[in-house]
C-alpha cells in the first residue's frame, strides 16, 4: 500500500463498497481469462469464441456478468457484438494480475 497517501477510512470504505462488485464479477475462471483476452483488445463474440473455446451461450452468461458489474461494455455493429474492457482501471487491475500469474506460471 502506498505510504504517501493518506486515506480517510470512511472514504476509502466508500470506494471499496462500490468497487467490490467488480471484484465478484472477477471471481470466476472463465471470466478471469476472458478478461486476459480483452485487456489485449476490442474481441467480438465470435473471436472470443474462438479463442477460448468456449460455446456462445456460456460466452454471453459470462459476458452479461461483466457487464453488469461495469467491467467490460458493449458495442453492436450490425449482427455482431465488440465487447472492451470498461475503462483503465479495469485494464490495470487484469494486466497486474496476468503479469504476477505468468510469473507464477513460469517459474
Given at each position: 500500500m502506498r505510504s504517501d497517501i493518506e486515506m480517510r477510512p470512511e472514504l476509502f470504505?466508500?470506494?471499496?463498497?462500490?468497487?467490490?462488485?467488480?471484484?465478484?464479477?472477477m471471481a470466476h475462471?472463465?471470466?478471469?481469462?476472458?478478461?486476459?483476452?480483452?485487456?489485449?483488445?476490442?474481441?467480438?463474440?465470435?473471436?472470443?469464441?474462438?479463442?477460448?473455446d468456449m460455446h456462445q451461450p456460456n460466452l454471453s452468461?459470462?459476458?452479461?456478468?461483466?457487464?453488469?458489474?461495469?467491467?467490460?461494455?458493449?458495442r453492436r455493429e450490425g449482427t455482431r457484438i465488440f465487447y472492451s474492457l470498461a475503462?483503465?482501471?479495469?485494464?490495470?487491475?487484469?494486466e497486474t494480475i496476468y503479469e504476477l500469474w505468468r510469473e507464477h506460471a513460469e517459474s
Amino acid at each position: 500500500m502506498r505510504s504517501d497517501i493518506e486515506m480517510r477510512p470512511e472514504l476509502f470504505r466508500a470506494v471499496c463498497k462500490d468497487k467490490a462488485g467488480i471484484f465478484r464479477a472477477m471471481a470466476h475462471e472463465s471470466r478471469l481469462i476472458l478478461l486476459c483476452q480483452l485487456a489485449q483488445g476490442e474481441k467480438s463474440v465470435s473471436e472470443l469464441e474462438l479463442l477460448l473455446d468456449m460455446h456462445q451461450p456460456n460466452l454471453s452468461q459470462q459476458l452479461k456478468v461483466l457487464g453488469i458489474e461495469g467491467v467490460v461494455t458493449a458495442r453492436r455493429e450490425g449482427t455482431r457484438i465488440f465487447y472492451s474492457l470498461a475503462d483503465r482501471d479495469i485494464l490495470a487491475l487484469v494486466e497486474t494480475i496476468y503479469e504476477l500469474w505468468r510469473e507464477h506460471a513460469e517459474s
